[in-house]
């Protein structure tokens, strides 16, 4: 399981490397708040919990991968693709038992 999470940290990320840079007034894939049309639009079950280890969470046979994490507030990611593609991303594995 050791070498699962190690290959799995190699490819997802969700460590924020600017954390402690101060906030823009406006991050350039924001909405504006007349581009909403539901409050539930932009809700994806954040803030997640820090954690200091990659671990793969096994509940009743589905697994789920959690990654490391210093901001509650990042999305998984790959840091070449999301350099590439500059917009939002989510990037989890597929975990099979």
């Known amino acids: 399981m050791d070498e699962v999470i ?4 190699s490819l997802v990320n969700t460590i924020n490397p600017g954390l402690n840079k ?9 909405k504006w708040l007349e581009d909403l049309d539901d409050d ?3 809700y994806f079950g954040f803030p997640n919990e820090l954690r200091d280890h990659t671990i793969v969470h096994n509940e ?10 210093n901001d509650p507030l ?4 790959n840091r070449i ?5 500059r917009a939002n991303i989510d990037l989890k594995p ?3 038992i």
């Not at 190690?6 to 940290?9: E, P």
């Not at 101060?22 to 924001?30: A, E, K, V």
């Not at 009743?60 to 994490?69: D, F, K, M, S």
């Open 94 to 96: 597929i975990l099979i």
């Open 22 to 30: 101060p906030l823009s007034t406006h991050h350039p894939c924001q």
């Open 74 to 77: 990042i999305n998984p990611h």
């Open 60 to 69: 009743n046979g589905n697994l789920e991968l959690l990654t490391a994490r």
């Open 6 to 9: 190690s290959y799995l940290d």
């Open 81 to 85: 693709q999301l350099q590439g593609w």
């Open 40 to 42: 539930l639009q932009d």
